[in-house]
């Protein structure tokens, strides 16, 4: 139905950057919201930042706004997440999500029904 990939995982050195993608194919909804999550090793999933198809308005995790910056190109179907001053504790795998028909932002994992398969960002020391 829909199918979601994260790019742009990798290493970098704490204080460094790192930009990720989320392209989206198949079926087209007429709005959605898309997220992203992540999850480090032992941890549960944690909300990051989540943007609206329609409107671009931005919900972020509070202790991450300032350093990640989310955004969306609607004629790609791409969303982005830009991470600046990237510290050891934000190493997990990051997931986008998307939920269908919403408009109304949430950083419940319940709210969104398409995961992709992650992308790995690991920060050193």
């Known amino acids: 139905q829909v199918q979601l990939v994260e790019s742009g995982g990798g290493w970098v050195q704490a204080g460094g950057s790192l930009r990720l993608s989320c392209a989206a194919s198949?079926?087209?909804?007429?709005?959605?919201?898309m997220g992203w999550f992540r999850q480090a090793p032992g941890k549960e999933r944690e909300f990051v930042t989540a943007?609206?198809?329609?409107?671009?308005?931005?919900l972020y995790a509070a202790s991450l706004k300032g350093r990640f910056t989310i955004s969306r190109d609607n004629a790609k179907n791409t969303v982005y997440l830009q991470m600046n001053s990237l510290k050891p504790e934000d190493t997990a795998d990051y997931y986008c999500?998307?939920?269908?028909?919403?408009?109304?932002?949430?950083?419940?994992?319940?709210?969104?029904?398409?995961w992709g398969q992650g992308t790995q960002v690991t920060v050193s020391s």
């Open positions: 943007i609206s198809r329609s409107s671009g308005s931005t």
């Open positions: 999500a998307v939920g269908p028909g919403r408009r109304l932002l949430s950083s419940t994992h319940t709210s969104y029904d398409y």
């Open positions: 198949g079926r087209t909804f007429s709005d959605y919201i």
